[in-house]
């Protein structure tokens, strides 16, 4: 910001004097310059005061009451007067404000003008009548201290130019006038005196100015990274509390469903076996969707998350939205009513389905009775869904709180209070994808979360919208017989995919390594590889297993379709698994996630690398 941006007092004339004199100085230059120009004056007033008593003891013979006592009056006033404002601006703890530096400006001008006054008559008057030796004394201490000025002064040309000139040339004239042999070569080396101040002026004042910068620059790096100390302090307590809050909550549903494992082993009434693994189904999906939940603030605060905008079929969100919360709306003796749409809008399909999905959670988390409506409306080229619960509702003194990472109100079922981290994804998703998100509730009576979304016309015809949501719907008739090889090292998770993929159908060969799952499939026919990605330490990790079967698999008419599951999150795995054109999912994924993964695979007429999904 440069000086002169605001000057709310200042006289016009003041502010066109100090457009010229500082037009290249910002004010913590400028306030630096002023620094240095009065505490000069605190060492320049002294000598001038004792130069002036010098000189007025060397010339007598002007007698009492002349000209030279007024003058020496005058000249002590003035420099003592300069020393004490150097002393009293020295002495100030802060710098002056943008408003005090321009009077700063013009006092020095003035004093500098008032000083170039007295010298002026001391070198037309008093400096000819001396006698040779108080001549040169005299001229000797006027011109170190005028010539030293010319490194406090250096840019300042107002200050220069009412001060240096006036004084150089007065003594070169009177110099030049004296009568003795080297009066005028003396005068001459006056006036080389004077280029040499002006020379020293400029070179000093460019010094300055890069020391000057330098020491702001230092100033701000320092502010700079005592900012960026606060930040990191402020993100290792937020990952304290995370994993505060990560280490009870995920630790709770572990310990039960631990405890109801145990029971269902021993467990000999068929009733009570099925309620404890429902009781399980339950538990495992609470910790799915905190795991899900934690990957998705990772990817976030790491820059992974890009959207991928276009036209969406609202009505296809929607049904999948019904399809997977029915059965906990359900269990709670909720009623879910989701709308039906055929609009579209323009945005990400995954994350939208990634704010809804967490509206539509929490509703049914905070709601003990009633109903929870997913509701579209039209107006002016903008479509509001919105997410109505009959819970709790929210306090006015919390609406602005709730958005924060990891508050949580009071109230949710024992068992489901979450990590605190949905609503602030929420609230990202929609800064990410310029939605507008908007809330309003009632305490004790319920909230609505509502997102508002552009709306375009259609894409697709009716037919096309219809398949779309077929293809959406949970329904394994599509997979009966596929040929599946699935990679994984770990013999619990590859038990429970063998598992998973036969009772939907599927024909499914099992490999823990590269060179098992080579041989197995050795003269056989693949229409899908999942495959994990770390498969061990002395082992090629699942792109380049996927890479290779793919060329013992593979035929010019389409490549082997394959699918990634991994819980690494970087961005590189991203970004190599599409230019591999391998389909990726992280951990954890539930059974319909990868039963539409699995669908979408196989309705691809070639493969088309899709975003991530947000399970």
Not at 169 to 175: G, M, P
Not at 325 to 353: C, E, I, M
Request: with cysteine.
């Amino acid at each position: 910001m440069r000086l002169l941006h605001r000057f709310d007092t200042m006289p016009p004339w003041l502010h066109a004097l100090l457009s010229l004199v500082s037009r290249d100085r910002t004010m913590g230059v400028e306030a630096q310059y002023l620094r240095n120009l009065y505490g000069n004056f605190v060492f320049h007033g002294p000598v001038c005061v004792v130069a002036g008593l010098y000189l007025y003891a060397s010339a007598p013979v002007l007698g009492p009451g002349s000209f030279l006592d007024l003058w020496m009056f005058l000249f002590v006033l003035h420099h003592s007067v300069r020393a004490l404002l150097g002393l009293f601006y020295s002495r100030r703890k802060q710098e002056p404000t943008p408003s005090e530096i321009p009077w700063w400006v013009l006092l020095s001008i003035v004093m500098h003008f008032m000083g170039a006054l007295l010298f002026v008559p001391m070198a037309l008057s008093v400096y000819p009548v001396l006698d040779p030796l108080a001549q040169m004394s005299l001229l000797m201490v006027v011109l170190i201290i005028v010539g030293n000025s010319a490194f406090t002064l250096a840019g300042r040309w107002a200050e220069i130019a009412v001060y240096a000139p006036p004084i150089y040339l007065s003594f070169a004239w009177a110099t030049w006038t004296l009568d003795h042999a080297y009066a005028q070569p003396l005068s001459i080396l006056v006036l080389m005196l004077f280029g040499l101040f002006l020379f020293q002026a400029r070179n000093q004042h460019r010094v300055n100015l890069q020391s000057f910068g330098l020491a702001q620059r230092n100033g701000e790096l320092a502010s700079e990274l005592q900012i960026k100390n606060v930040q990191l302090q402020e993100v290792a307590a937020g990952r304290s509390r995370l994993l505060a809050t990560v280490s009870h909550d995920l630790r709770q549903p572990a310990h039960a469903m631990g405890l109801l494992c145990e029971r269902a082993l021993v467990e000999s009434q068929p009733e009570l076996l099925k309620q404890s693994l429902g009781d399980l189904n339950e538990l495992s999906q609470s910790l799915s969707a905190s795991l899900s939940t934690l990957m998705d603030l990772t990817r976030l605060d790491a820059g992974l998350v890009k959207a991928q905008v276009r036209p969406v079929p609202l009505g296809q969100v929607l049904l999948r939205l019904e399809a997977e919360f029915a059965g906990s709306a359900k269990n709670k003796g909720l009623a879910l009513s989701v709308a039906t749409s055929a609009l579209w809008v323009r945005s990400d399909p995954v994350l939208l389905h990634g704010m809804l999905a967490n509206l539509v959670s929490n509703a049914i988390k905070y709601t003990r009775s009633g109903r929870v409506d997913v509701t579209v409306s039209e107006q002016d080229q903008e479509i509001t869904v919105a997410v109505h619960d009959t819970g709790m509702g929210i306090k006015p003194d919390k609406l602005d709180l709730i958005f924060q990472e990891f508050f949580r109100l009071e109230g949710a079922d024992s068992g489901t209070e979450g990590l605190g981290l949905g609503l602030s994804i929420v609230k990202r998703y929609a800064r990410l994808l310029g939605h507008g998100l908007l809330v309003s509730s009632q305490d004790a009576q319920g909230s609505c979360f509502s997102i508002r979304l552009p709306a375009i016309t259609a894409v697709t015809s009716p037919a096309e919208l219809q398949a779309l949501s077929q293809a959406l719907s949970i329904s394994d008739a599509r997979l009966q017989g596929l040929r599946v090889l699935v990679v994984d090292n770990v013999d619990l998770v590859l038990s429970s995919m063998v598992r998973t993929l036969s009772a939907w159908g599927c024909v499914v060969h099992a490999a823990r390594s590269l060179s098992e799952a080579a041989a197995l499939t050795q003269g056989k026919t693949l229409d899908v590889v999942i495959s994990d990605f770390h498969l061990g330490d002395e082992e090629p990790d699942g792109l380049k297993l996927i890479q290779h079967l793919r060329g013992q698999h593979g035929g010019p008419a389409r490549q082997l379709p394959a699918l990634l599951m991994t819980g690494d999150v970087s961005s590189q795995l991203e970004a190599q698994a599409g230019r591999c054109q391998v389909g990726l999912l992280h951990k954890p994924v539930r059974p319909a996630v990868l039963q539409l993964r699995l669908l979408s695979l196989l309705d691809a007429p070639a493969f088309e690398t899709s975003p991530d999904e947000v399970e």
